[in-house]
């Protein structure tokens, strides 16, 4: 059974899609993180399978130094269910938000997103850098 048809709702190439945006990372940039074989078009039909190789995605967590389970496992849907329930509902005695503490109790949901942003800046930081070196070898 593939990981799709446990959950129909993870779409990992549209994953690989908002977690190369939210880095700041164009499709070429990406491409050229994978190597010669790839170019922006690969990047492009890539971000529209519903499932990639597993092999493939790690080595696009790799290039964009995030976990291989945030790809897999991000359900934009649940995301936006899991932060309208904490930031409109402040009784935090609600079931949707005590089934979600209950489900996994030691992953702080806010903690991983400041470790993601910590990790997406310092990204951007390594390909403006990376870029700045291309530059300047032409």
Known sequence: M????????????????RFREMLGIKQDALAFELGEDWNQQKISLLEQKETIDTALLQQISEALKIPVEAIKNFDEEAAINVISNTFNNHDHSSPQFASIINNSPSFNPLDKMVELYERMLQQQKEMIEKLERLIEGK
């Open 2 to 17: 593939t990981h799709a048809a446990k959950n129909p709702k993870i779409h990992e190439g549209r994953n690989v899609k």
